[in-house]
């Protein structure tokens, strides 16, 4: 009986993902069958302690965040959570081994959202590894099966992708983040004084990290290599979109690739991963 509850909540957390995220569900599609519940249980998890930092205005997010927070751990020890999405993303802590100094840092990176809106170089690599990073990192874990030597190997590699797609989310975002959160991400940068030089800083820093992630991905295991490709190239062309959009218009609207094209990448990106491309 406990595979039926594993199952339901497992389907639980793969509504969410596909509820939240078109992009990312679609890529979690690709993986091979026997790691997509994995993934859709780390997702649906971040997802979760997102929502409360980003929108439920109307409640005590630090209650909620720090009972979220509890209610992780106890999942985790106790090895079951009737929260659906705390009990499929326990087993995938427990399975793999993904390491508690991770789930940490990302709660203490959700703790952040409510707490700092304009970020230092510290506070600002500090915020992406936890918010981004590690949840790369715990992906790298189901990928390798256990494999410490191939984690090690991909391990930086899966934190400058993860990196990659934080500081787009802050481009895309940077007019909805200030507006309605006050949030300022990127350091030493005046959302009222935005202007072409640091934009283009901005993109040199994300292309850095796009590069190095590639290089990753290239070396990723089979089952995993063609939806971790194909979230890079939905972001990738969100990157090309942003770098020839004139500034001003970055921080007025919000950059989108829409769903007609993200077929088309799609399809792309599975002829090359069919013809050994990727």
Known sequence: MRKLYNDVNDNCAEIVAKSYSTSFSLGI?????????????????ARYAD????????????YLLS????DTYEAIEQGISLNPILDAYQRIVNNYNIE??????????????LDTQHYHNLSYNEYIYGSAEVIGLMCLKVFCKGDAEQYGELEYHARALGSAFQKINFLRDIKSDYEERGRVYFPDI??????????????????????YGLIG???????????????YIYYYNLYKKIVRTP???????????????KLYLLAQSTLKSKLNLI
């Open 29 to 45: 599609r690709m993986f091979h069958k026997s790691i997509r519940p994995a993934i859709y249980a780390v997702y649906s998890f």
């Open 51 to 62: 929502e409360i930092v980003d929108t439920f205005y109307d409640q005590d997010q630090e």
């Open 67 to 70: 009972k979220f927070r509890d």
């Open 100 to 113: 508690l100094d991770q789930v940490e840092a990302f709660f203490q990176s959700m703790k952040m959202d």
């Open 190 to 211: 005046d959302f009222n004084n935005f202007n072409d030089e640091q934009k283009k800083m901005l993109e040199e820093d994300i292309k850095k990290d796009f590069e």
């Open 217 to 231: 991905i290239k070396q990723l295991p089979k089952e995993a290599r063609l939806g971790v490709y194909l979230a």
């Open 247 to 261: 500034y001003y218009k970055v921080i007025d609207k919000r950059i989108r690739v829409n769903n007609g094209h």
